[in-house]
């Protein structure tokens, strides 16, 4: 198995060897309580304190104070809590009318939830208003202008988590410079990628995270300035003077220390000069391997260390697959599901395209970076848009093995159905979405496949065939018309002239309007649209199926005790072709899977469902996510012993084989 190479700094880094190492010396030698005045305490208070005098060095942190806590998200709440209570008190004594809380468009979500939160347990009815971007996702500063007299609290963050963006933060100040509203800054993605000295700016409250810099996770800093109004988030024992109660996760902040240390003394970190070297080398990777590719946010002001960009015709979440089948770990943009993506907000806000919001992704890395990860990064980059090429999902010609069946390609929860015989090169395409035209004619140049036909089950046009039925190699397309225009098509063999279907494509015909004798429970019936997840359906289809009883999630430490009592149960890899062209050299097999891409598994099901023998079926994937939908969708068509490998490939501790289906 090749080595992960992991691109996903904004999410979150591994922890700095010293670190590890300080954080066990903690554990080991100085685990006195620093509030203790005997010498364990007293020694531990010394290296709380040296570890704080660090990081207001390197902060500029001036004559503000510096807490240290569990991270951003508990920083941002007590930031919130201090306004709001200052806000709660100017008003008993008259002084203030502002009303708003202004937070920029592209914030974490820690920060619109946590306004909303306190606003509504301090019952102050104060309205959160977006400052909006631009189109490069800095902030727009005329609209903090005309919203300022207003607000009673600024938010924005010092550089963005999904694209990178660099705030404008001495342009910020300059507009906020003698406005009454405080000003709360979350520095996460800013934290050793960004000089900032807090002390001279008008920033009142600045929170970090430690393990966006190399620390666990776990651990974080507070900055507030001096004379910022503050209200305790966490009270008690009066640690941190009283200002964040619990004794304090030395371990933690010892690692912290170490990272600091690094980054204060500087030869561990790369230089920025090196970071945007290394950023300019995965761009032109990218560009070569994903043609049309457009980066969402301008490197001008962006920080190196993150891309953020979207790929035509391609999924984020076929991106995330592809790559993560190279071992190389990046993040959707958006929080996507497998059928519908949820454009990103960040994106949105920026004002861009949709299918730009649906389909990001985002590749970042940390200032220790190697050389060895930058170089090995592009090659696997190069391996993924090769992949992808032969699969006719990105431009180039590579033709590729043809494949007969029905193949199922769904955007937004649509699908469209491509019914292939790879013995004449005949096609017939149903439902079209214009998401997929570049992509079919590619993969059907590729293959050298003819159109036969592109037919709408909504409307019934495309039929141009004298009667009502259409040779598609050894099978028979026949048409079935019903009211309004809609209409059905059955695909099976005929015998003695009589039509036996295994799949009916129905459009948004429900089962219960077929008449009768006209499809058998073995036919698999492919609507226009996904309904609950589920792929297809039959006439004696559940959806409802309780994918419980008995358990449909194996384990994936459970899976050879699930073999040895099930030796005929048959391991089902879903994973597309390209995720398997994606892959280094295949690992050792301990067990051979079949392959059935979730794609093509509609044309397989005839076949799993006539069985009288239900063999049991395991599916996988990468994730888990496409094997619990395979795995659900047999169930609700009554295949009972199906399951999927909860985790999937990331979990599955045996290494496994796939070879193409028979
Ligand atoms: N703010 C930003 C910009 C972030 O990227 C994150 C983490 O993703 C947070 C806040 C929340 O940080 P944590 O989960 O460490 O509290």
Redesign the pocket.
């Known amino acids: 198995m090749e080595n992960e190479i992991y691109l996903d700094g904004?999410?979150?880094t591994c922890v700095l060897p010293e670190a590890v190492h300080a954080a066990a010396q903690a554990m080991r030698k100085l685990y006195g309580n620093p509030s203790s005045s005997h010498a364990a305490g007293l020694k531990a208070k010394a290296l709380l304190e040296a570890v704080r005098g660090r990081a207001a060095r390197l902060l500029g942190t001036g004559d503000g104070r510096l807490m240290f806590n569990?991270?951003?998200?508990?920083?941002?709440q007590t930031a919130v809590l201090s306004a709001l209570c200052a806000v709660r008190e100017r008003r008993a004594r008259g002084e203030t009318a502002a009303s708003l809380l202004v937070y920029g468009a592209t914030?974490?979500k820690?920060?619109p939830e946590s306004l909303a939160h306190w606003n509504r347990v301090l019952a102050l009815g104060l309205t959160l208003k977006k400052l909006p971007v631009q189109a490069d996702g800095r902030h727009d500063l005329d609209a903090l202008r005309a919203l300022l007299p207003d607000a009673a609290l600024v938010c924005t963050?010092a550089?963005?988590?999904e694209t990178g963006a660099i705030s404008d933060l001495q342009g910020l100040g300059a507009v906020m410079e003698g406005a009454q509203a405080l000003w709360m800054v979350?520095g996460?993605?800013a934290l050793g990628k960004l000089d900032l000295t807090l002390s001279q700016t008008r920033i009142d409250y600045a929170?970090f995270?430690g393990?966006?810099l190399y620390a666990p996770?776990g651990t974080?800093m507070l900055y507030v300035r001096a004379g910022a109004p503050f209200t305790p988030l966490v009270v008690g024992g009066g640690q941190e003077c009283g200002d964040r109660s619990g004794t304090e996760n030395m371990a933690g902040i010892a690692a912290l220390g170490a990272v600091l240390e690094a980054l204060e003394s500087g030869g561990a970190f790369r230089s920025r000069h090196e970071l945007h070297g290394f950023r300019e080398r995965i761009a032109a990777s990218l560009r070569r391997a994903l043609p049309g590719l457009v980066f969402n946010a301008p490197f001008a002001t962006t920080l190196p260390t993150t891309l953020n960009f979207s790929v035509p015709g391609l999924s984020g979440r076929e991106l995330l697959d592809v790559f993560d089948a190279a071992n190389m770990r990046v993040s959707a943009g958006s929080a996507c599901s497998a059928a519908r993506a949820a454009p990103s907000p960040v994106l949105q806000a920026m004002g861009l395209p949709g299918w730009r919001s649906a389909n990001a992704v985002r590749l970042s890395f940390g200032p220790l970076v190697d050389e060895a990860t930058i170089a090995g990064a592009c090659e696997r980059i190069a391996r993924c848009g090769d992949a992808l090429r032969r699969a006719g999902m990105v431009c180039g010609h590579v033709p590729a093995l043809p494949q007969d069946g029905v193949l199922q390609l769904t955007a937004n929860g649509a699908h469209t159905w491509l019914l292939l015989d790879a013995a004449s090169r005949g096609c017939v395409v149903i439902d079209p979405q214009p998401e997929f035209d570049t992509r079919m004619d590619r993969l059907l140049d590729a293959e050298g496949f003819r159109i036969n036909a592109v037919l709408r089950t909504g409307d019934g046009t495309g039929w141009t065939q004298d009667g009502n039925r259409l040779a598609l190699g050894s099978q028979v397309l026949q048409r079935l018309r019903f009211d309004n225009g809609r209409v059905c098509y059955l695909l099976g063999s005929t015998i003695g002239g009589e039509l036996t279907a295994r799949h009916a494509f129905i459009g948004d015909i429900g089962p219960d309007e077929l008449p009768a004798g006209i499809v058998t429970s073995a036919t698999v019936l492919c609507p226009a649209r996904e309904t609950q997840g589920i792929l297809c359906t039959t006439l004696d289809a559940n959806p409802e199926v309780d994918t419980a009883a008995p358990a449909m999630n194996l384990e994936s430490d459970a899976l050879e005790t699930f073999f040895a009592a099930h030796p005929d149960a048959v391991l089902v890899d879903v994973r597309e072709a390209y995720e398997h062209a994606a892959c280094g050299s295949p690992a050792p097999a301990a067990r051979v899977a079949v392959s059935v891409p979730l794609s093509r598994l509609v044309g397989r099901l005839p076949d799993w469902l006539r069985q009288r023998e239900r063999m049991p079926l395991v599916f996988f994937c990468r994730s888990g996510n496409r094997s619990a939908k395979a795995a659900q969708c047999l169930r609700s068509l009554g295949y009972g012993p199906s399951f999927h490998v909860s985790g999937g490939m990331a979990l599955a501790a045996s290494a496994v084989r796939t070879v193409a289906a028979p």
């Open positions: 904004n999410a979150t569990s991270g951003a998200t508990e920083g941002i914030e974490h820690a920060v963050m550089a963005n988590n979350d996460v993605q929170m995270s393990h966006k996770k974080g």
